[in-house]
């Protein structure tokens, strides 16, 4: 045990050594005068560090096996967006404006690689230009696509048109029986530009129906497997859940009136909630599975869970980002089962206001199960369920701390989420809206409460921690939302979360309150994760993160180790935390895209099997080359092209948000209420075309 703890003291980063390269190296160096300037003699050690900081961005590998400093190079880092036209952009990590990136000059990269990207061109005026020197993580090392055959040359043609070469396929005596079959394949590494990647045929994708095939390819697409690793699962069967064993160094929650509430077909219960009153005042509890507890660091359940990042839910099938034993049954908050908790345990006055906060390492019995629907019908008819007390009392809790947020400049856009139903084959039955009930917006009051309160806590307790940051909007973003919201006859006095929220919400009930909550999301940043803090814009928060569901969220995990190990009085490792945050970020929006993709597929078979003459939508889009719309009820955008607009020849306006007829000076503009009928529909390829058939209503301003 002593040899393992000196082992991984001998393997951690020394601290300022970023600043000491940074002095040290002016131009590229080697591994040897690294070596001489750290005074680390130690090769292992060294590779450690290198390994990290190459991981991290900091270094780049350059050739003749020497090392440079991007920053001091003129190179950035980010991620590789791929045009299957043939181009690629840079999304910056540092946000500012795209890198432009012919294909000539991508390397060896594929499309969403984190990448180093040495800017080469772009001044006076014209357009960043880069070329790609280092991939610095792959997406994914799996592709999905049809095995051809050139002689007795194999290749596989790749399913995603961003992937712009064949990849050639190392040959075996079985590969001919996969001829014309839609395979996996297993890259292998990459290295030189002018050959194309090579890989092997690790199985025929085969499905049950074609929703089915269609997830399978998303995920393996985006980075995600719906297996685990031999390792990880040999690991799992050793974890056991000993009630007696850790009882001593927690608080016994056991009698409380604990439970949760979930959406029906829930599985892994990762948050629990309790309310009672004490001495005037209101004590709220947030009971969080204490994942950490049973994921150590650096184990192979832990790397498997960084490298999924988060869980994945799509139409037909939820990937998670931990092994069943574990999400399902172990750590998941199950009724009438003692489990382990982190509980953040937060004390309101009797004007509702935050007095004081408590967190500590908990065992909690859960007393029931419900669903969102069950505690909204408990709320609606005031019926004598022994748990109604505890839910009005959280109901009248979640209200006010709804009109405090507000208040403090929280934007709820209360955006539509869709349920689609599946028959026994797969097929799509139905399509709906999901309601949002008070029983939703309780929860989510009282997990951001969570949340914001343990961020808290951590910036006031240690060096350094993830946050989870929402940076205000472009002043001439909100500038141009306010320009165009003024044709729609919404004047904002103030550029802020209040207004606009204010906005949204005096919107909501009118023709125009869709578009209106479109046009302000349109504005907003992306929130991500990172170690620097700049506040939650959309919540209005100084200070948050994300520590309610380490079931299905890797940041969450890390967020409880943090916590742990402060509480202990133990030492953190601070040196990965940036990492994660990259990591973390690129991966939930590898998720959100799997999640999107395969929605909208189900969309589309939806409406390519209960075809009809028109549709009715809303103009929600205007691009140089056509409309997006909206259909009702479907959630969906199709394209209608100008080419297809035949009473007119039509020109974009100034503002962006119309387009007008060059001799009928006929205006079409975001929120026209429309009739279309669909010109072409493919649904693995995400395609709708659609021709306006007449405009329906004029949006009012």
């Not at 991984?8 to 190296?25: D, Q």
């Not at 160096?29 to 590779?47: A, G, Q, T, Y």
């Not at 490792?573 to 990591?583: C, F, S």
């Amino acid at each position: 045990m002593k040899k393992k703890k000196e082992r991984k003291e001998n393997l951690s980063i020394p601290s300022n050594i970023e600043k000491t390269i940074l002095n040290r190296f002016k131009k590229p160096f080697s591994k040897k005068e690294l070596s001489r300037v750290l005074k680390i003699k130690d090769d292992e050690k060294l590779n450690f560090i290198v390994e990290n900081l190459l991981k991290k961005g900091f270094l780049v590998v350059l050739k003749n096996d020497k090392f440079g400093v991007p920053s001091q190079m003129n190179i950035v880092s980010g991620v590789l967006d791929v045009n299957p036209k043939g181009f690629g952009f840079l999304i910056r990590d540092d946000l500012k404006e795209d890198i432009f990136i012919p294909l000539h000059l991508m390397g060896t990269a594929l499309d969403k690689d984190r990448v180093l990207v040495k800017i080469i061109g772009g001044k006076e005026g014209k357009r960043l230009e880069g070329k790609v020197v280092s991939v610095v993580e792959r997406r994914s090392d799996r592709i999905t696509g049809i095995l051809k055959r050139s002689g007795s040359f194999f290749y596989v043609v790749p399913d995603d048109k961003k992937i712009l070469k064949n990849i050639f396929i190392d040959g075996g005596r079985d590969i001919e029986k996969f001829f014309e079959k839609r395979v996996v394949v297993k890259l292998n590494d990459w290295l030189s530009p002018k050959l194309n990647p090579t890989g092997v045929v690790e199985k025929e994708l085969k499905s049950e129906n074609r929703l089915d095939l269609i997830e399978k390819m998303i995920l393996i697409e985006n980075g995600f497997s719906e297996n685990f690793p031999d390792d990880v699962l040999n690991e799992v069967k050793k974890i056991k859940f000993n009630p007696e064993e850790d009882f001593k160094n927690r608080v016994d929650l056991t009698a409380k009136n604990i439970f949760t509430i979930d959406p029906v077909n829930a599985k892994d219960f990762d948050d629990a909630v309790s309310i009672e009153l004490r001495d005037g005042k209101i004590i709220l509890g947030v009971h969080i599975a204490d994942v950490s507890y049973f994921v150590r660091e650096n184990s192979a359940i832990d790397k498997e869970a960084f490298r999924r990042g988060t869980s994945v839910y799509l139409v037909s099938r939820a990937v998670p980002m931990l092994p069943e034993k574990l999400s399902n049954d172990i750590c998941s908050l199950k009724p009438y089962e003692e489990r382990y908790t982190i509980t953040c345990e937060v004390i309101f006055d009797k004007n509702y206001r935050i007095e004081n906060y408590n967190i500590f390492p908990s065992v909690i019995k859960s007393k029931r199960r419900f669903t969102y629907e069950e505690v909204e019908d408990i709320l609606k008819s005031k019926n004598d369920d022994p748990f109604y007390n505890d839910i009005s009392l959280m109901e009248k809790l979640s209200e006010e701390i709804s009109n405090k947020a507000s208040l403090e400049g929280r934007i709820d856009f209360d955006i539509p989420e869709v349920e689609i139903t599946l028959d026994s084959g797969g097929n799509i039955k139905s399509i709906r809206e999901k309601k949002r009930l008070r029983s939703h917006k309780l929860i989510e009051n009282f997990m951001i409460t969570a949340n914001n309160l343990i961020s808290t806590f951590l910036t006031q307790n240690a060096k350094i921690t993830l946050y989870r940051i929402h940076e205000e909007p472009d002043i001439e973003k909100l500038y141009h939302l306010k320009d165009v919201l003024k044709e729609y006859g919404i004047k904002i006095k103030r550029l802020d979360g209040r207004e606009l929220q204010s906005v949204i919400e005096k919107s909501k009930e009118s023709d125009v309150g869709f578009i209106v909550r479109e046009l302000v999301l349109r504005s907003m940043m992306k929130a991500k994760y990172t170690t620097k803090n700049y506040g939650h814009y959309g919540l209005g928060l100084q200070y948050y993160t994300h520590f309610t569901s380490p079931i299905r969220r890797y940041p969450d995990l890390v967020i409880h180790r943090q916590l742990r190990k402060i509480i202990e009085g133990k030492i953190f490792n601070y040196d990965d935390l940036e990492i994660v945050a990259k990591h973390s970020t690129e991966r939930e929006i590898a998720s959100e895209k799997a999640e999107r993709n395969a929605y909208d597929v189900a969309k589309l078979y939806y409406l390519k099997d209960h075809p009809k003459k028109n549709y009715e939508g809303v103009i929600t889009s205007v691009t140089p080359f056509g409309l997006f719309i909206q259909l009702k009820d479907l959630f969906i955008d199709g394209l209608v092209r100008y080419r297809d607009i035949e009473d007119d020849f039509y020109r974009v306006c100034d503002d962006e948000i119309s387009i007008y007829g060059v001799n009928t000076k006929k205006v079409i503009t975001i929120g026209d209420r429309v009739l279309v009928k669909i010109l072409n529909i493919i649904p693995e390829r995400m395609i709708l075309d659609l021709k306006i058939e007449k405009v329906i209503k004029k949006k009012n301003k």
